[in-house]
């Protein structure tokens, strides 16, 4: 493309979007630096403190073995090296995320003006996009960088679409199979943005081969080779691939479609019982109209065919991204689909949707089109800046209540039971146990300063019959929840000082959703139950299969109430014991 001269208009409106850029990009640093935990979090247990400790010997097998539905090499290679340079500076990881979405912001900016040939307002969309608190999960959690970059080598994919008619040189093949062959190694989010990139380019190279410009057979000859073994990469990617237990698909249609429909307004603003609904439109619409944008130009105009081709197997592939999440996640209820990773996913969505009406829409609308598209998504960005505090400032609270048990050296199957679901996955309980003590025996601040876990003596039994139920009935060892809020209450023989409470338990429910199991502590005469003092919630996996929780105490008492979960339910109490000393 000519160069264009920068008119004197064009240089304030630069000036304003790359403010915009930087305000966004220190915003989103400031916010890692203020809430990204200090403690392991999410995977880091499985993948990240294992070798830190030297539980786990970082091989081929342990590189290629799946993560949940994914496998990571790509994201473990880049991983490993930084957490052990930095010897267990696990918020690393959410710097990273920060650099990697301000750099593709970046070069986005300067890619839509070079294709327009000048800047226009509507351009600080694309940090708005990339930058913004929503992306709370990416910032302030772990293990996201496979998120992360997916998202930026798909971007990249689908900037390279928009930026050319064809493919004619080497360097543009080069970096093409780049970007097609790094991304199956991020995870599954990537696998159809792959077959699709790969589809355009083939398509790219043969359409260059026949123009009069270029007839490099070596040029034609390599862009298909590319494409081959980028579509071999997908194949190889479900190698002795293994379904989850657990992760299973929608129950039924309606329920697919509306994870799907979740997932793409998750876009533009977080979860609300107000707002998804009325705003699960905008997306499809948008897309709609894009589509149709694409069609029109397509029939119209043959030199733009391949790149529209290109951009349609685009947003198709990204569509059909947000239809796997929605097929794997939709069936753990309602707001399973709406957490905010996946609108960091889909991204690309919205900056494709932008691209297209930057290049494409008439004239007319040519700057009313991505103004309209920039004016969606500045009204939600309010709710994502707010639900994106609320996320990081629990995960900070979390974090450092969780370093405060740590130095304390309380018991660490307590720890492990009492931040499950919190800062980590529930079935990671036995894992955390094994490893706290392991990080501390390495020498990982800071874990090496506290003291060895407390030890209980023997326990004193309790009869598990309660003295009182609520919304429960009770036969024997075994309770059945009926209503909202079922409870029972135990009695001890006589107030007694009360180090720990053990219990071995048994709790099913009828659907997969974690139990919230909460226990409240209280001395006749002296005190009572209180919802804000004297209690602890867990989270709990409804399995049949027999868990076990400690709760710490400290205190006279000479009651107990158990509340199973905050619906109908039923528990088997195996063993309820204290202990004094």
Request: with cysteine.
């Amino acid at each position: 493309m000519n160069h264009i001269p920068i008119p004197v208009s064009d240089r304030s409106v630069c000036i304003f979007v790359w403010s915009a850029w930087a305000c966004l990009f220190l915003a989103a640093m400031a916010f890692v630096i203020r809430l990204s935990p200090e403690a392991p979090c999410c995977d880091d247990w499985a993948l990240l403190v294992p070798v830190l400790t030297g539980d786990q010997s970082v091989n081929a097998q342990f590189i290629w073995a799946q993560d949940n539905e994914h496998r990571v090499p790509l994201i473990k290679a880049i991983l490993i090296p930084l957490v052990l340079l930095t010897n267990g500076e696990f918020q690393v990881e959410n710097y990273l995320n920060v650099a990697l979405m301000g750099l593709t912001a970046a070069m986005l900016i300067r890619l839509a003006r070079r294709l327009r040939g000048r800047a226009i307002y509507a351009d600080a969309f694309i940090p708005m996009a990339l930058l913004h608190l929503g992306h709370a999960e990416i910032f302030t959690f772990r293990l996201t960088l496979n998120h992360t970059l997916a998202m930026v080598l798909t971007t990249a994919i689908g900037g390279l679409i928009v930026s050319r008619r064809e493919v004619r040189t080497m360097r543009e093949i080069v970096y093409a199979g780049l970007i097609l062959w790094s991304l199956p190694w991020c995870g599954a989010n990537g696998l159809p943005v792959v077959l699709a990139g790969a589809a355009w380019l083939a398509i790219a190279v043969l359409a260059s081969a026949r123009s009069k410009e270029t007839r490099s057979r070596a040029t034609l000859m390599v862009g298909l080779a590319v494409a081959i073994v980028a579509v071999l990469l997908v194949l190889l990617y479900f190698a002795g691939y293994q379904s989850v237990a657990g992760h299973t698909e929608p129950a039924d249609l309606k329920m697919f479609i509306s994870g799907t429909l979740q997932c793409l307004t998750r876009i533009l603003v977080p979860y609300s019982k107000f707002a998804w609904p009325w705003v699960s439109w905008l997306i499809p619409l948008l897309l709609f109209a894009t589509i149709g944008l694409l069609l029109v130009v397509g029939f119209r105009f043959s030199q733009e065919r391949v790149r529209v081709l290109g951009l349609l197997l685009f947003l198709g592939a990204m569509i059909v991204v947000a239809m796997g999440i929605s097929y794997g996640r939709a069936i753990f209820g309602v707001e399973a689909c709406m957490v905010s990773r996946y609108g960091t996913i889909l991204t690309p969505i919205l900056l494709g949707i932008y691209a297209v009406w930057c290049l494409y829409g008439p004239v007319s609308v040519r700057e009313t089109a991505p103004m309209i598209v920039f004016t969606v998504f500045a009204l939600g960005f309010g709710l994502q800046t707010q639900q994106g505090l609320v996320v990081g400032t629990v995960n900070q609270e979390s974090s450092q209540s969780f370093l405060r048990d740590v130095r304390a050296g309380t018991q660490a199957d307590y720890v492990a039971s009492r931040y499950a679901g919190v800062l980590y996955p529930l079935n990671m309980v036995d894992l955390v146990c094994k490893q706290l003590p392991k990080l501390r025996d390495a020498g990982i601040d800071p874990y090496m300063h506290h003291p060895k876990e407390t030890q209980f003596g023997d326990g004193m039994e309790l009869a598990p019959t309660p003295i009182e139920v609520a919304q429960m009935t009770w036969d024997g060892k075994i309770g059945e929840g009926v209503g909202t809020d079922p409870y029972a209450i135990f009695r001890l023989d006589q107030p007694r000082f009360v180090r720990a409470l053990r219990i071995r338990f048994v709790l099913t429910k009828g659907v997969q959703a974690p139990a919230s199991m909460q226990f409240f502590w209280m001395c006749t005469g002296v005190n009572q139950f209180h919802p804000n003092e004297r209690n602890v919630r867990f989270a709990v996996l409804p399995i049949e299969r027999e868990q076990t929780r400690i709760i710490l105490i400290d205190d006279t008492i000479d009651q107990i109430r158990l509340d199973p979960d905050d619906g109908p339910c039923r528990i088997e109490i195996r063993e309820l014991a204290v202990f004094e000393k």
